[in-house]
């Protein structure tokens, strides 16, 4: 076991983690707590972010703490961060997760207040966030890793899902986004201000020709 710690590469450091108790989020959570790391992740959902904190924390090597969490109301943001470091004494690495991506749906249908919340839920809580959890970062040369969507990258008509233009025909896992942010937050120590695109080749200007080519019957 000692030589096998030697080996985490993020032992005893701190993550905070948003929208962590499935998905994207739950990929991160599991891949930094079996780095070693001490993780904080928030979510709604107390049901689901406690089964995962149990189930994460009896695998460990690291550990995990579920924080309850309406990334939409401020004053709960600052509290999450101020609980994580209340209880592990230290910040590392924030890692802004949470976020939601709407239906296809048309301009025409989408109400101001709608985009209004969509912004609120996915931009504004990030750097609520970010605010609150800077000052303990500071102390320890940390970082904050954004997850943001391709769709910035690529564009899709009409929100089209995802995987549907993948060049590799598949989902990313859970596994590999966890992956990505752990070399960010433990190894990447010379970048700052990168994108770096897990998209399965999709930007390769293979999704949007696929697009086009399922509406070609327009131009005909």
């Keep these: 076991m000692a030589s096998t710690c030697n080996h985490l590469r993020y ?17 991160i959570v599991r891949e930094f707590v079996k780095a070693g790391a001490k993780v904080a992740f928030c979510a709604r959902g107390v049901e689901v972010g406690k089964a995962l904190e149990d189930e994460v924390n009896k695998a460990g090597p690291g550990e995990c703490f579920f924080i309850k969490c309406d990334v939409q109301n401020e004053e709960e943001i600052k509290r999450t961060v101020e609980q994580t470091v209340d209880k592990y004494k230290r910040l590392d690495c924030l890692v ?18 709608h985009f209004k919340w969509l912004i609120n839920f996915n931009l504004v809580s990030y750097f609520s966030f970010s ?4 000052p303990h ?13 391709l769709v910035a990258k690529i564009g899709q008509n009409s929100a089209v899902p995802y995987v549907t233009t993948k060049l590799n025909g598949r989902f990313g ?9 752990l070399f960010i937050a433990a190894d990447a ?5 990168n994108d770096f695109l897990m998209s399965g080749g999709a930007e390769l200007n293979f999704a949007c020709k696929t697009q086009m080519k399922e509406r070609s019957n327009i131009y005909e």
């Design 11 to 27: 032992k005893d450091k701190v993550a905070l983690v948003t929208g962590g108790s499935k998905g994207i989020g739950e990929g």
């Design 137 to 149: 970062l500071r102390k320890n040369k940390g970082n904050i890793i954004n997850i943001s969507s």
């Design 173 to 181: 896992t859970l596994e590999e986004s966890g992956k990505l942010c």
């Design 131 to 134: 605010k609150y959890a800077l």
């Design 189 to 193: 120590t010379f970048c700052t201000g």
């Design 96 to 113: 802004n997760n949470a976020g939601w991506h709407p239906p296809e749906e048309s301009i025409d249908d989408i109400t101001v207040e």
